[in-house]
């Protein structure tokens, strides 16, 4: 995914803004989490489903009713609708949310949105996913000199896709097992009628792999356990 990318990036855009992520090298849990009061807006809040989020549906909710959506979400804190070109995209729309515990990002084509992105404290697992969003269906698992091993998994017949990384800690508590109660910690939703562009232009990962492409090293879902026992671990080119 790209968005470990797309969060630094933020950084540079939003230096007065007082974020969850306190460097590019390390992500510090917001307050809400450390007193379980995270408000779940991608899962219980959430009054629509996957790929749709509140209401925005990648491919098929235009430029106008996106703002007119986000102007009523009472956990937004901003958002900034940034008019410059990246890759397919033509804009996008930064989010923040009021509880500094995640941020979210929807890129635009032809004012509508056809990609959406969020990091952070998402607050749900990725059993909450398998139910509520889409069962895994394929998997990229791969270490990266800062975010140390990254679990992803794909539906791309739903569109959507969620993982996470040793950036968030998430495996620790289950001695580097994957289960169902590990935290998700990344989760895009998309317009599956974008499958073959987004992964032409390397949207998804935004990584240099040490061989083949993005499809090449996707793997079978193989259910829970240690990743490393029940997957092969993808090597990154050392120059990304």
């Not at 269906?137 to 000199?145: G, P, S």
């Not at 289960?179 to 390397?202: R, Y």
Request: aromatic share 14%; charged share 20%.
């Amino acid at each position: 995914m790209r968005r470990y990318f797309l969060i630094c990036r933020l950084i540079i855009i939003l230096l007065s803004a007082p974020l969850v992520l306190t460097g590019c090298g390390r992500w510090k849990k917001p307050n809400c989490s450390n007193k379980n009061k995270c408000i779940p807006v991608f899962t219980k809040n959430n009054p629509c489903h996957a790929q749709c989020w509140q209401g925005i549906t990648p491919g098929i909710t235009t430029l106008d009713d996106t703002l007119s959506i986000l102007n009523t979400l009472p956990f937004i804190d901003s958002f900034t609708q940034v008019n410059e070109n990246e890759l397919i995209f033509e804009s996008k729309i930064v989010i923040k949310d009021k509880q500094d515990a995640w941020l979210g990002f929807l890129y635009l084509i032809d004012e509508k949105v056809v990609y959406m992105s969020f990091a952070g404290e998402l607050s749900f697992t990725f059993g909450d996913a398998e139910e509520l969003l889409a069962s895994p269906q394929k998997v990229l698992f791969y270490t990266h000199y800062l975010e140390g091993n990254v679990f992803e998994v794909y539906n791309f017949d739903r569109g959507v896709a969620y993982g996470t990384s040793d950036y968030y800690s998430s495996f620790v508590h289950k001695k580097n097992n994957l289960e169902s109660d590990t935290p998700i910690n990344t989760l895009i939703l998309f317009d599956p009628a974008l499958i073959a562009e987004l992964t032409l232009e390397n949207f998804f990962v935004f990584r240099k792999f040490q061989s083949g492409n993005f499809t090449d090293n996707l793997q079978e879902w193989k259910g829970y356990g240690n990743p490393l026992e029940l997957y092969k671990q993808v090597e990154i080119s050392v120059s990304d």
